[in-house]
């Protein structure tokens, strides 16, 4: 554990973080899963501070001190009370900006979790999950991205507490990733400011059988389970298709439909048993095309780990190894 600032020239830190969906329809800024795409960060003390962003899914991520992850990263140091003010970082993704798939969170996360790597670890994952929620502000995206598989979680303002759940073994996990991104600040800012007392026990009681449906393999109640009116009433004029798809999957095979975090991305969940979801992606492909929007179609399974770190105490090289590579090295499946 280091506490004196000093960091030993040479060290590299290593974050490979999942991707993670948000709310699952009824849970609103508390249930979040892990998905196998990943963000990948690398970070060592530097004289002067140099961002590099490899790939084509980080177009337009700044590359100065207003960083998030630069940001985060400095967070991290003087919760630990050490000072590392230049740093090399690299910087890769597989998760595409402002879909709904966390990529917000995987990049605070692996912020976080390369920073503490690189001084020593003298954060506890806990102190990273209170951190990542503040900084993020909901802690379902974050909680996912941390501990990997399902996720249920609660922060109100100060602290924030989570339990991870292992998902349900034969749940598969389709996709629809619009072409058009949907800021989560813009999507945010379509929600009243008030609900009825009658849509808040709506969206507890739906929360709470959802949670415990995945808890215990119950997939025959995920569609009543995963309806919401706290949020997905309101989005939905921000994604042509949406109101279609959420209503109707169900009649395609899916067990449940809902807004992947705040949106664009549609996340329908699947019995993989079950042949009977066959033709939902061209089902989801039909409808989007139908409102003339294009979609990335991905079939996943949920993914059971959450961020890894390596760190490399004499790295020379230089910060651009494919994602891929450090998958294998982190033992990480996608
Ligand atoms: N690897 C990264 N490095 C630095 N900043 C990033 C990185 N990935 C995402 N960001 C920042 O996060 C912003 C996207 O955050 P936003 O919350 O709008 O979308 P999201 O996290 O993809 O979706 P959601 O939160 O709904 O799941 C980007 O515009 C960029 O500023
Ligand atoms: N729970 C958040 C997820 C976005 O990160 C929302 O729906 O606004």
Redesign the pocket.
């Known amino acids: 554990m280091m506490h004196d600032g000093a960091v030993p020239g040479g060290r590299l830190a290593r974050a490979i973080v999942p991707a993670s969906t948000?709310n699952l329809g009824p849970g609103f800024d508390s249930l979040g899963m892990a998905l196998p795409l990943y963000?990948g960060v690398a970070m060592r003390e530097a004289d002067a501070t140099r961002i590099q962003l490899f790939g084509d899914n980080?177009e337009?991520?700044a590359q100065d001190k207003s960083?998030?992850?630069y940001e985060t990263a400095q967070a991290v140091f003087r919760k630990a009370g050490v000072s590392v003010p230049e740093l090399e970082i690299g910087?890769q993704?597989d998760i595409p900006?402002?879909?709904?798939?966390?990529?917000?969170?995987?990049?605070i996360v692996g912020a976080l979790v390369a920073a503490n790597g690189l001084i020593g670890n003298p954060l506890s994952n806990d102190d990273l999950f209170q951190m990542a929620s503040a900084l993020e502000r909901h802690p379902d995206?974050v909680g996912a991205a941390l501990f990997g598989g399902f996720v249920a979680a609660a922060w109100d303002g100060e602290r924030a507490g989570a339990v991870r759940l292992e998902p349900p073994a034969d749940l598969e996990v389709l996709v629809a990733i619009p072409e058009f991104e949907l800021?989560?600040?813009e999507a945010r800012n379509v929600l009243p400011r008030q609900v009825s007392m009658e849509d808040a026990v709506f969206n507890l009681s739906h929360s709470s059988l959802l949670t415990a449906a995945l808890a215990s393999g119950r997939l025959d109640l995920l569609a009543f389970a995963m309806r919401d009116r706290l949020h997905q009433p309101y989005r939905s004029p921000l994604v042509p298709g949406m109101a279609e798809i959420l209503r109707d999957a169900p009649d395609h095979g899916a067990l449940g439909a809902v807004l992947s975090?705040?949106g664009p991305t549609l996340l329908l969940l699947a019995d993989r048993t079950d042949a009977k979801h066959e033709g939902l992606e061209a089902y989801v492909e039909r409808v989007m095309a139908s409102e003339g929007v294009r979609v990335k179609m991905r079939r996943l399974s949920p993914c059971a780990h959450g961020a890894a770190c390596s760190v490399e105490e004499s790295f020379h090289g230089v910060m651009d190894a494919p994602l891929d590579a450090w998958k294998t090295q982190l033992e990480v499946k996608a």
């Open positions: 948000a963000s980080l337009g991520v960083n998030l992850v910087l993704s900006l402002t879909r709904g798939l966390g990529s917000s969170a995987a990049a995206n800021p989560t600040r975090g705040a």
